[in-house]
């Protein structure tokens, strides 16, 4: 029963009401106390017509808002150009860090294939000069050279001392610098007849250490990441012993 419907006086006398509260409450004795009660919450619950409500009004104030932006702009976005539109998802497409990712596994991988083509069947002695695919690598590991100055002096807000011994901390970075290194030692051995066979020994080398830099990036797959983990820090464990 609610509240509202039990709108009674204490002391008049009106039967249907009495047995109305009487079934509702168990005894008449407690008229008082729910008059008293009744008379607190039908005050509260008073609703004045001249005082809107705190949400009716926010109601409106929303409408308003609503019907004043849809009258600014009752036309319908018109849709992008097809030209603008694959401009973009090309864009998208090749900033992903997947893409990027897959397009420096897949070069690295043509830089071995081409160093490899270069050792074993385009090598020639100096009086005859460098082929077209011995210079294609030698420019190729010039923007590597590139790559690694710009890691380790531009990367970054702190001074340039600090970045580069913040450079070399990293193991992959010091492998980096010795294939590098040895690439020019090669090279320059490689311009002269007497060390011809020297700078290509060196070469082959350099070749092996630019291989084991495949183990950073084979990191990365989750069957191989953790085994080489595992393997590395056994052979950690093993050389304490050695």
Known sequence: LRLSSLKFKYGTEEPQNDCLCSAAWGTQSFHPL??????????????????????????????????????????PPSPPSPRRFWLRRWRQFWGAPVTAFLGNVVMYLLFLFLFSYVLLMDFSAPPAGPSASEIILYIWVFTLVCEEVRQGCFVGSQPVLQRVRQYLQDTWNKFDITALLLFILGVIC?????????????????????????????????????????????????????
């Not at 008379?39 to 609503?66: A, G, N, W």
């Not at 070469?203 to 191989?224: G, P, S, W, Y």
Request: hydrophobic share 40%; charged share 25%; net charge negative.
């Open 190 to 242: 490689r311009l002269f007849p007497d060390s011809f066979e020297s700078g290509r020994t060196i070469l082959c080398l350099d070749f092996m250490v630019f291989t084991l830099r495949l183990i950073h990036i084979f990191a990365v797959n989750k069957q191989l990441g953790p085994k080489m983990i595992i393997v590395g820090r056994m052979v950690r464990e093993y050389m304490r012993w050695v």
């Open 34 to 75: 729910l008059s008293l009660f009744h008379r607190s919450m039908d005050d509260d619950l008073r609703l004045d017509p001249s005082q809107p409500m705190e949400m009716d009004s926010l109601d409106t104030d929303v409408k308003t808002t609503v019907g004043y932006m849809m009258s600014e702009n009752t036309d």
